[in-house]
Structures are given as structure tokens and as C-alpha cells.
């Protein structure tokens, strides 16, 4: 059992983290019911704050959730040992290198979720940004199912803690989907492509003003189909 396994440190910093969340946010959690119990997935996540991996993370056990997370989160000591109970995979943002690809396939042939923003960087104003194709590389290597989950409300934590104010945070999980192409390789734009089609299924459970890069664009699914329950 992972739950059982945790040692007890790890298991109090958790039950810290979940009731920060209860405190500061008002998270509807519902919709994480529809996140699969078992089998290898790759979770795509928008990225507006540092905190989205964490929620997860403390909402989704004990379900073993893995997430890619800048490589300077590690340079401070305490956000080190946050990164590595979390079993965090710090990543370059301007070369994912060999390292990092094996690290993400480990945690896929563990059967565990591994949690990927595929904008690559954090949006600051809480609007899409263009998807990058390395996510997509991963997608197609592995052949696993794949979720998307947008969350929205971070970025007003700043002001309403000022005000004293909880934030609400909307989560919207959608349909579980793969990759059609089975095998081979594929080329730079198809990639692109298929990073912007994983970009659109996040776009579709987002208001069309919070879609930027995707915004008023038409949605058409050809490089990736939704798997029936």
C-alpha cells in the first residue's frame, strides 16, 4: 500500500499541506472522482501557480501522483526536501534532457500519474499559453491514457489574502483521451500539432476569455481520441 508506506514525517507535512488548502481556498474537489484509480496516466495541467502540483498531490492520495517541476525549486533546501518526499522531477525548461525523459517513463511504467504542465512555464496572468511539443514526445513514447485538468483561481491568492479573503478554486477534469498514431516516429510539426490538441482539451473546460493562445479557435480532435469507459 503507498499510503501505508509513507513514512510519518511525510504523512504529517501531507495533513499540513491538505489543511492550508481548507484554510486559504475554497476547492470544489468533486471532479477529481473522475481521475482513474489505477493504471499508468499522464495528467496535463495548466500552469498559473506553484501550487497546483501540491494540491494534487495531497487531494489525489493515495493515489501516487508524480510531478515535473522546475529544477530551481531545488536550489533551497527546505523546497529540496518538499521536492524529493514528493518524488518531484525537476526539468530544465529550456532542454529536457535524457535524465528527466527516463525519470517521467519510470514513474509510467510504475503504473503512477505523472502530472505535466504542457505550457512548459507558468502563465502569469492565468491564460493559456502555447503547448510545447517535448510533452507531446512523451505522450506518443509511452502510449498510456492521458487526462486534462484545468485549474483556475490561483492567480488571485496574492490579493485575496491581503483582503483576508479565501480563494475559490475551480477544478474541471475532462474526458480520459489517447494518442491515435500507435508506434513509429513523428516529425517536429506533428508534434506541435499534437501538443496543441492537448492544449484544446484543456481550452474546452476553460470560459473562451481564459483560452489565450487557443482563443476562438476551432476545435477539431484528429491526432487524439476519447477513451469509453
Partial sequence: CYYGAMKLSERM?????????????????????KVPQAGPLLM?????????????????????????????????????????????????????GRSTMDACFKVLEDRHILAIAPE??????????????????????????????????????????KRLRRTVITIKVGEVFEIVQKGGRIDADTRQALADEIMMRLAIMMPNEMRGHYKDKDIVFTLTRTLKA
Fill in 120 to 161: 512548459g512555464t507558468r502563465s502569469k496572468d492565468g491564460n493559456l499559453q502555447e503547448g510545447k511539443g517535448g510533452v507531446a514526445f512523451i505522450a506518443h513514447k509511452k502510449d498510456v491514457p492521458m487526462i486534462p485538468v484545468a485549474v483556475m483561481g490561483f492567480p488571485s491568492f496574492s490579493k485575496n489574502i
Fill in 13 to 33: 507535512i501531507n495533513s499540513l499541506l491538505r489543511t492550508f488548502f481548507r484554510l486559504f481556498f475554497r476547492i470544489d474537489r468533486s471532479e477529481l472522482a
Fill in 44 to 96: 496535463m495541467v495548466n500552469h498559473t501557480s506553484n501550487l497546483e502540483g501540491p494540491m494534487l498531490y495531497a487531494f489525489l492520495q493515495p493515489r501516487p501522483l508524480h510531478a515535473l517541476a522546475k529544477q530551481e525549486l531545488w536550489e533551497q533546501k527546505f523546497m529540496a526536501y518538499l521536492m524529493n518526499m514528493w518524488k518531484s522531477i525537476p526539468v530544465d525548461r529550456q532542454n529536457m
